[in-house]
């Protein structure tokens, strides 16, 4: 298969880090028809359309090439290579997928088009009745309030700066600019942890739903961390933002799934978690394979509170009921305590698979987030773990707790002042003992030179002279007693 040049194209550019991940592949699988995929996007993520017409469109040549070269006896899907602003506006497509949105469709070949002008040009190859899957980074979303001050690198290039006054600022206004265009929102979520790359996928009503805020704080834990060096560990804050409400305001980005009038069969969830769809029946939320979702608190929140209060009862109780439980395996923000007191996993996932961090167990994880969390201050630097242990009444490991890599620069800061810490108590030590070892050696040699001058008296001459006799006695009786013998 040999890609086709639509004009625009860039013959020496390729697109790292497509759009990808398991929620993003459902979305995909629900396109109907001869479906249009802009954008870069994983493989994987096209490979899963069940259409049997498929065209994709990117920019790059290498990465045209690249899927050219990967599709070649694959009947039905073509590779077009060049910019959006080429694409022929003919509704020739049933369903248009942009689930890396437009930032990544300009090219430096040809005018920049402002953010709306994208989307009409995707709008208009859609046919009546058509399908479009839309994602819209957030300018101001977490990912980029955490992120680091480096000097951005060649791939952060966009056709579509953020300071385009036709990029819509919210979802609700992104809702408006396709509703004025003449289509049905038919779904809309917040993603986090990243644009290119969600974890999870939540809608309205399940991030204002009180019922289920402990088990998406859960899900937002362990959503993972967006790419590239980091302030912070923006997953605390992930949290703190669903119980103010404004994890959808703040999300790092927004997908949209929006139709032309007409018949659209294919159901769509108001949740995704990884590969579990999230959807809300009659009688409550339910999960994939887990099934109820129980009102309750994450286990993990539940343990910082009681250790920012200093309530060491409650905590103790906490501690305790995990690592007593059948569930100590787990991590305690893959936990869910429900009002009664019980534990319930938030994923069916074996145990052994849940930790974050390799090598690391479940209470030393938790040792990580006390400190990670800023309660430094009320446990020890070191060998938290085997406090906990001891307080939840397991055998104390003698083996330091291995801490991962620091990540971000607040990790970075907080180890670099306990290291400052521990040097500057090293040094006070090593002080200490420098001037306690010249005292001893000032001590020796002033002993010394008294001895030397009392030797030089007539007393001192005659202690050495009974010295010397009683030596030589002691010789004399030795050899005596050889001979004897």
């Known amino acids: 298969m040999t890609a086709l040049l639509l004009g625009g194209e860039m013959p020496h550019w390729s697109d790292r880090s497509p759009a990808r991940g398991a929620p993003l592949r459902e979305l995909a699988a629900t396109a109907r028809g001869h479906v249009l995929v802009v954008g870069p996007h994983e493989p994987e993520l096209i490979e899963a359309i069940p259409a049997r017409q498929v065209t994709v469109l990117v920019r790059g040549v290498p990465d045209a090439d690249e899927l050219a070269g990967r599709w070649a006896g694959r009947a039905g899907i073509q590779v077009c290579c060049g910019s959006l602003a080429k694409l022929a506006a003919v509704p020739a497509y049933d369903t248009v997928v942009a689930l890396d949105g437009l930032d990544r469709t300009g090219s430096t070949e040809t005018a920049d088009l402002p953010w709306a002008a994208g989307v009409a040009q995707l709008l208009a190859v859609l046919r009546p009745g058509g399908r479009l899957l839309l994602s819209v980074a957030n300018p101001v979303g977490l990912h980029r309030l955490y992120a680091g001050t480096g000097t951005p690198g060649d791939e952060a290039w966009s056709a579509f700066p953020a300071t385009d006054p036709t990029r819509p600022a919210g979802l609700e206004r992104l809702r408006a600019h396709l509703r004025s265009a003449g289509l049905d929102v038919l779904r809309d979520w917040a993603a986090h942890p990243s644009p290119e790359s969600?974890?999870?996928l939540l809608?309205?009503?399940?991030?204002?739903d009180p019922n289920l805020h402990g088990y998406l704080t859960s899900a937002l834990r362990r959503a993972g961390l967006p790419a590239?060096?980091?302030?912070?560990?923006?997953?605390p804050l992930a949290a703190d933002l669903l119980r103010h409400g404004l994890a959808g305001g703040l999300a790092p980005a927004w997908i949209v799934v929006a139709a032309y009038p007409g018949h659209h069969p294919s159901p769509l969830p108001d949740g995704l978690l990884g590969q579990e769809r999230l959807v809300r029946t009659a009688s409550g939320w339910t999960v994939g394979t887990l099934g109820p979702v129980p009102p309750g608190?994450?286990?993990?929140?539940?343990?910082?509170?009681?250790?920012?209060?200093?309530?060491?009862p409650e905590f103790r109780t906490l501690l305790t009921a995990w690592q007593s439980g059948p569930h100590a395996a787990h991590p305690a923000d893959a936990l869910l305590r429900t009002p009664d007191g019980t534990l319930l996993p938030t994923t069916?996932?074996?145990?052994g698979t849940l930790s974050p961090a390799p090598g690391q167990s479940p209470l030393q994880q938790l040792a990580a987030a006390l400190h990670d969390e800023g309660l430094a201050h009320l446990w020890p630097v070191e060998g938290t773990d085997s406090l906990l242990a001891a307080m939840s009444g397991l055998p104390v490991d003698p083996a330091p707790a291995p801490r991962p890599t620091p990540s971000t620069l607040r990790e970075l800061t907080a180890a670099h002042d306990r290291?400052?810490?521990q040097l500057a108590e090293a040094k006070a030590q090593l002080t200490w003992y420098e001037q306690r070892t010249a005292t001893l050696q000032s001590d020796?040699?002033?002993a010394h030179k008294i001895i030397t001058v009392l030797k030089a008296t007539t007393g001192g001459r005659a202690a050495t002279a009974v010295l010397g006799g009683v030596r030589r006695g002691k010789h004399l009786a030795r050899a005596a007693l050889r001979r004897l013998s």
């Open 198 to 200: 969600p974890s999870v």
């Open 203 to 208: 809608d309205e009503d399940a991030l204002t």
């Open 228 to 235: 590239g060096p980091l302030l912070a560990d923006s997953r």
């Open 297 to 312: 608190i994450c286990l993990h929140d539940a343990l910082l509170a009681a250790a920012r209060s200093g309530d060491q």
């Open 348 to 351: 069916d996932a074996p145990a």
């Open 419 to 421: 290291l400052a810490e």
């Open 444 to 446: 020796l040699s002033r």
